[in-house]
């Protein structure tokens, strides 16, 4: 295994791309841009929609996906929907704007954005906050074209707050480490899975800057690799010193004394703290335990569900065997859960954007 030391780490941030952008057509009216994530780490592939419901596509076949990134492509689908069919099938309704039309379609179209995937608890989050911003907006302005430009406006600005918050994250996060520390994450929780920067990695690229990181072990998470190829090639990419490791290396690594903190996403809170992150992360909690690591989740107020008192209530998306198994053997049945449950007990600390919370205590980032 080839080690580089950490000092003379350049970190360039600026290498990262958007990975998701809502903007205007020549025709005016809006299109999403996005980064499609399959086709890494071998091809940057970034495509142009004008329909909502390819944003919809997108989010299910993870060509879009990471919580923070699913949520403002969700809220994208509806300012699309709106600055096209929307608008234009109200207007057609009288010959002014017909408010009660509009959100009569809106209606179905943010339930089929909602439940593209049912345990990002931002993609909820997202819609709802569209939907009452496109209400009070419909309370002053005079035509479902206006209402659509403020929704169109209300993504730029979801999109701008998901980069600060990231980056407050990240200052957060990198408080809780020591110089030089060697790293494990799971999954990508990167600029990936956000519009930019990342949770989990922004927490990283900001110790990095401070001298704090000297390497960061990415397991590849199994079945889709989110881990071997968009973790790898993010951080290559920072120029973040990376080791891969397959999921089943990670107890090996801890019992060597090579890794200093673990640090996750999160795709939704509990109110008590218990964290649904991707498929694999609470057996690395349990492994951080047993090895006395801290193990630490970074992730929006916004990834919180108050609402939720433990989670044993959070939903847990199911998805294809195909993408466990290529092709199907008879008589052999695949479970394919996309993501687990982390108990609170297993967890050191939640970073989020508005602070370091224990996690019993993580609702109280939703008081700020
Ligand atoms: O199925 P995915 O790739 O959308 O799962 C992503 C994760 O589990 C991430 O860790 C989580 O969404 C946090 S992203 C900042």
């Known amino acids: 295994m080839t080690e580089r030391p950490s000092s003379g780490i350049k970190v360039e941030l600026d290498a990262l791309p958007r990975s998701v952008d809502l903007v205007r057509s020549p025709d005016g009216a809006a299109a999403f841009t996005y ?19 390819e944003i919809v596509r997108a989010i299910k076949t993870l060509a879009v996906r990471g919580a923070p990134a699913i949520g403002v492509a969700g809220a994208a689908s509806l300012a699309v929907w709106a600055s096209r069919e929307g608008a234009k099938a109200a207007a057609g309704r009288g010959c002014a704007y017909d408010k009660d039309a509009f959100f009569e379609l809106m209606g179905p179209v943010s339930d089929e ?21 496109a209400e009070q907006s419909a309370e002053t302005l005079q035509s479902s074209w206006e209402i659509a430009d403020a929704m169109f406006e209300e993504v ?31 999954c990508n929780a990167g600029s990936l899975a956000t519009v930019q920067y990342g949770t989990a990695l922004g927490v990283v690229y900001a110790a990095a800057k401070q001298g704090k990181i000297a390497r960061v072990y990415a397991d590849e998470t199994r079945p889709v690799g989110q881990g071997a190829r968009l973790t790898t090639w993010e951080l290559s990419k920072v120029g973040i010193p990376t080791t891969l490791i397959c999921d089943n290396m990670a107890a090996s690594l801890m019992a060597q004394g090579k890794i200093d ?39 929006p107020a916004s990834t919180i569900d108050a609402s939720l008192t433990d989670g044993s209530d959070i939903p847990i998306e199911q998805r294809d065997p195909s993408e466990v198994l290529a092709k199907p053997i008879e008589g052999v049945d695949v479970w394919n ?32």
Not at 35 to 53: I, Q, V
Not at 355 to 365: H, I, N
């Open 113 to 133: 954005v909602r439940s593209a995937r049912p345990t990002a608890v931002n993609l909820m989050w997202a819609v709802d906050r569209m939907k009452r911003f």
């Open 261 to 299: 903190a673990v640090i996750v996403g999160a795709d939704c809170i509990a109110a008590n703290g218990d964290t649904a992150n991707k498929i694999g992360t609470y057996g690395v909690a349990v492994l951080s335990k047993h090895h006395d690591i801290p193990f630490y989740v970074a992730a």
């Open 156 to 186: 730029l600005r979801m999109e701008e707050e998901d980069i600060a918050s990231n980056r407050a994250i990240g200052a957060y996060g990198a408080t809780l480490l020591d110089h030089d520390s060697n790293v494990l994450t799971h």
């Open 337 to 368: 859960p996309a993501f687990d449950v982390t108990p609170a007990g297993l967890i050191t600390a939640i970073v989020t954007d508005r602070g370091v919370f224990a996690p019993s205590e993580v609702v109280q980032a939703l008081e700020w």
């Open 35 to 53: 980064l499609d994530e399959r086709f890494l780490p071998y091809e940057e592939r970034f495509e142009t929609t004008s329909d909502w419901r």
